[in-house]
């Protein structure tokens, strides 16, 4: 961008130099070539004015762009991260729990729950959803990415041995 400007300034004045000559000039030929070399350069000066307006114009959006995502960063780092905690729900799976907060702080407390690891990364609220038990526990699932894992913590519920009553029978004792 410097550089652009730089050489839109050096243009400039390559123009400014030509044109303080023409007066000078003893013949009509001379003026000719002059004029010609003069609109040559006001043509390449144009046009490196236009590209300079349209890198302008992308650092403007760039630069908005920017801002929106500090702007989102800061907001999570404020809104969402203070309220989480990370936990690891088996070896090496991770998830961000909700802390116990005191009611009056949000207002409306918020049922507990998990958020998915790889969505936090990215700055995204992705609460897991149970959708099921397996052996070792329940079975957790991100909606966002599609991710599974399995909260060893949380076990299938035990039935214990089942006992059938029966009416007595004459038959028992034998
Ligand atoms: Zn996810």
Redesign the pocket.
Known sequence: MIAELSAAISGAKGILDLSRGVAALTTEHAVQERTIELQSQVLALVTQLVDIQLRIADLVHENADIRRELADFVDWRRDVVPKYDLVELAKSVYAYQLRDLPSDVEGVPEPKHYL?Y??FQKRRK?VLQFSGYNNMGAILT?N??G?SLIDHSDKPPSFGPVTVRRKPSPWDNY
């Open positions: 998915c790889g969505c992705s991100c966002e990415c991710v």
